[in-house]
């Protein structure tokens, strides 16, 4: 019986090994297609059909098979998908103690408690709370994370000033006219963004100075 996800492995081998284009690819030159790729999905989890999020995470899958080929190479530290998988499935096992443990969550605040101190526990590590935060993240989910990761050591970041917004769509409304005030004034919204995150990062930096909670 035939396995697709083995059959797709195998195919994206071939046309390392058969195309010219593809077998010159590097994990740095693919980064764009990845993110393209990335945002395809959103498009189509947000305004597509099933048809068009099938299709688009097939596309984000060949992107997987694409470095896990590329790695496989390597002649130094090589994996591949297998491998990639193998390493998943035991996360995704050790970070779900409630379902292959015998713990017990009952809520969703209770899940995120046994997956905080499993991730925790694999990252003992890091040093920040901004650690594995990618600066590359686009300017607003960056803003979000930090956000939360500054709140673990006493940073709020600026007052969220009352502004009217009850929903989500109004949300969007609000940042859709600071970018209009910004772009009338000759302003960068993405760049003031990621500066006011630098100087976040700065402020938890500061704060990190004292004792800290990093598994908070």
Known sequence: MSDPLRDAADTMRAVRDRCVWTAAMTHRELVPYLVEESAEV???VEAGTPADLREELGDLLWQVL?????????EVDAFDIDDVARGLTEKMVRRHPHVFAGES???SEEVLVLWNAAKAAEKRERRSVLDGVSPHMPALAHA???????GRVGVSGPPAEPIGVASEAELGDALLALVAHGREHGWDAERALRERLRALAAEVTRAETGPVDLEG
């Open 66 to 74: 694409f470095h896990a080929e590329i790695a496989s190479r390597a």
């Open 105 to 107: 969550a009952r809520t």
């Open 42 to 44: 959103v498009d189509a």
């Open 144 to 150: 979000q994370k930090m956000l939360g990761r500054a």
